[in-house]
C-alpha cells in the first residue's frame, strides 16, 4: 500500500472520531448548562481546555460563552478542531483515495459534510443544537459501520481502525482531564451533589455513563477514573483504544504479540503494558492530573512513531558499487 493511501485512510477516520467527540462535548456540556445555570459559563471554559485549543480561543474571541463556544466548537472554519473543520479535512483525504475506498464510503462522507456544512448557514441551531449534534453522532456512528460492513478487514482497514481508536483514546484522556479546569460554584468536598452531576455529565460526554451504572452503581470519581482510564471492556476507555489499536498495528506488520518490528509497535506496547498494570488508587494519591498529561504525552509519542514509520518520506540511500 502507497503510504499515501495509508496516511488518508488513518486520518479520515480521525477526523470523522473527532467531530463524533466533539459532538458529544458540546451536547453534554449544552444540556449541563440548562441543568445547572449557576455554572455562569465556567464548562464552557472547561470544553474549550478539553480541545487544546483554550489559548487560540481566548487569543481571538475572550472569555468562553455559550454562543462563541458552540460557534467555535461547531461552525468555525479556522478552529482546525471544529466539528466542520474535520469533516471538511475528512472529505479531502476520502477524494485523494476514492479509488481505494468503497463508493458508500465516499458518497456518505461526502453527505455528512454538506450536511454540516448546510447547518453552518442557520442561526437558529444556536438556540437549540441538540437535534444537529445528535446528527453529527449518528452519522459518525453510520460511518463506522459502513467502513467495518463494506471494506475487506486487510491492510487498509487496520489503518482505519488504527486512527479511530488513537483518536478516541485521546479524547477519552482530555475529557476526563477536563473536570480539573471545571471549578465547582461554592467551595464544597468532592462528592457534592453538583459534583456528582458534574462527573456523570463526563461519562456521558464519552457515552459510557449507563454502562458505568451497571458496572458501579453509585458515582464515585475514583472508580469513573478507574472506568475511563483501565478498564477492558469498555470501548472508550483508554486501555481498550491502546489494545485495538496495538492488535491494529500488529496485523498490519504481520509481527507476533508480544514483539515488535518498529518503533511504533514498541512505543504502543509499551503503552498498553504501562496501562494493564496501573493501580488507580496509586494514581489518584500521585496526581491524576499529571498522570494523564504524561498519558496523552505518550499517546502523541505514538502517533508521531507511526507517522515515522508509515506515513513519512525517507530519503533513499545511494547504493554503493
Same mark, same amino acid.
Given at each position: 500500500?502507497?503510504?499515501?493511501?495509508?496516511?488518508?485512510?488513518?486520518?479520515?477516520?480521525?477526523?470523522?472520531?473527532?467531530?463524533?467527540?466533539?459532538?458529544?462535548?458540546?451536547?453534554?456540556? *449544552? +444540556?449541563?448548562?440548562?441543568?445547572?445555570?449557576?455554572?455562569?459559563?465556567?464548562?464552557?471554559?472547561? @470544553?474549550?481546555?478539553?480541545?487544546?485549543?483554550?489559548? %487560540?480561543?481566548?487569543?481571538?474571541?475572550?472569555?468562553?460563552?455559550?454562543?462563541?463556544?458552540?460557534?467555535?466548537?461547531?461552525?468555525?472554519? @479556522?478552529?482546525?478542531?471544529? &466539528?466542520?473543520?474535520?469533516?471538511?479535512?475528512?472529505?479531502?483525504?476520502?477524494?485523494?483515495?476514492?479509488?481505494?475506498?468503497?463508493?458508500?464510503i465516499?458518497?456518505?462522507?461526502?453527505?455528512?459534510?454538506?450536511?454540516v456544512?448546510?447547518? %453552518?448557514?442557520?442561526? %437558529?441551531?444556536?438556540?437549540?443544537?441538540?437535534?444537529?449534534?445528535?446528527?453529527?453522532?449518528?452519522?459518525?456512528?453510520?460511518?463506522t459501520?459502513?467502513?467495518?460492513?463494506?471494506?475487506?478487514?486487510?491492510?487498509?482497514?487496520?489503518?482505519?481502525? @488504527?486512527?479511530?481508536?488513537?483518536?478516541?483514546?485521546?479524547?477519552?484522556?482530555?475529557?476526563?482531564?477536563?473536570?480539573? *479546569?471545571?471549578?465547582?460554584?461554592?467551595?464544597?468536598?468532592?462528592?457534592?451533589?453538583i459534583?456528582?452531576?458534574?462527573?456523570?455529565?463526563?461519562?456521558?460526554?464519552?457515552?459510557?455513563?449507563?454502562?458505568?451504572?451497571?458496572? +458501579?452503581?453509585?458515582?464515585?470519581?475514583?472508580?469513573?477514573?478507574?472506568?475511563?482510564?483501565?478498564?477492558?471492556?469498555?470501548?472508550?476507555?483508554?486501555?481498550?483504544?491502546?489494545?485495538?489499536?496495538?492488535?491494529?498495528?500488529?496485523? &498490519?506488520? +504481520?509481527?507476533?504479540?508480544?514483539?515488535?518490528?518498529?518503533? %511504533?509497535?514498541?512505543?504502543?506496547?509499551?503503552?498498553?503494558?504501562?496501562?494493564?498494570?496501573?493501580?488507580?488508587?496509586? &494514581?489518584?494519591?500521585?496526581?491524576?492530573?499529571?498522570?494523564?498529561?504524561?498519558?496523552q504525552?505518550?499517546?502523541?509519542?505514538?502517533?508521531?512513531a &507511526?507517522?515515522?514509520?508509515?506515513?513519512? @518520506?525517507?530519503?533513499i540511500?545511494?547504493?554503493?558499487?
Amino acid at each position: 500500500m502507497l503510504s499515501r493511501v495509508a496516511e488518508s485512510i488513518y486520518w479520515m477516520n480521525r477526523y470523522i472520531e473527532r467531530a463524533d467527540n466533539v459532538a458529544r462535548f458540546v451536547d453534554v456540556n *449544552f +444540556h449541563l448548562h440548562l441543568d445547572m445555570p449557576s455554572l455562569n459559563g465556567e464548562q464552557w471554559s472547561a @470544553l474549550i481546555h478539553t480541545t487544546g485549543d483554550y489559548d %487560540a480561543f481566548t487569543a481571538r474571541l475572550g472569555a468562553p460563552t455559550r454562543d462563541t463556544a458552540l460557534q467555535f466548537l461547531a461552525f468555525d472554519a @479556522l478552529n482546525p478542531n471544529s &466539528i466542520l473543520s474535520c469533516l471538511s479535512a475528512a472529505r479531502e483525504n476520502a477524494r485523494t483515495i476514492r479509488e481505494i475506498i468503497p463508493s458508500e464510503i465516499w458518497e456518505h462522507v461526502n453527505t455528512f459534510h454538506i450536511m454540516v456544512r448546510e447547518a %453552518a448557514q442557520r442561526r %437558529a441551531l444556536f438556540d437549540s443544537p441538540h437535534e444537529f449534534l445528535e446528527q453529527v453522532k449518528c452519522e459518525s456512528h453510520l460511518f463506522t459501520g459502513i467502513t467495518h460492513n463494506c471494506m475487506p478487514h486487510g491492510e487498509v482497514w487496520h489503518f482505519a481502525r @488504527l486512527g479511530r481508536f488513537i483518536e478516541r483514546a485521546d479524547k477519552t484522556l482530555r475529557v476526563l482531564d477536563a473536570k480539573n *479546569f471545571m471549578e465547582l460554584p461554592s467551595r464544597v468536598d468532592v462528592g457534592d451533589a453538583i459534583d456528582s452531576i458534574q462527573w456523570a455529565a463526563l461519562m456521558r460526554s464519552v457515552s459510557a455513563y449507563e454502562a458505568y451504572r451497571k458496572r +458501579h452503581g453509585t458515582i464515585e470519581p475514583d472508580r469513573v477514573a478507574q472506568f475511563l482510564v483501565l478498564d477492558r471492556e469498555c470501548p472508550r476507555a483508554v486501555l481498550y483504544c491502546v489494545h485495538a489499536a496495538e492488535d491494529s498495528l500488529h496485523a &498490519i506488520s +504481520h509481527t507476533p504479540e508480544d514483539s515488535f518490528s518498529n518503533r %511504533a509497535e514498541q512505543r504502543i506496547g509499551q503503552l498498553a503494558s504501562e496501562l494493564a498494570y496501573a493501580d488507580i488508587h496509586t &494514581i489518584i494519591s500521585e496526581g491524576l492530573h499529571d498522570y494523564l498529561d504524561e498519558l496523552q504525552a505518550k499517546l502523541n509519542k505514538v502517533g508521531d512513531a &507511526i507517522f515515522d514509520t508509515y506515513f513519512a @518520506l525517507h530519503p533513499i540511500e545511494a547504493v554503493r558499487k
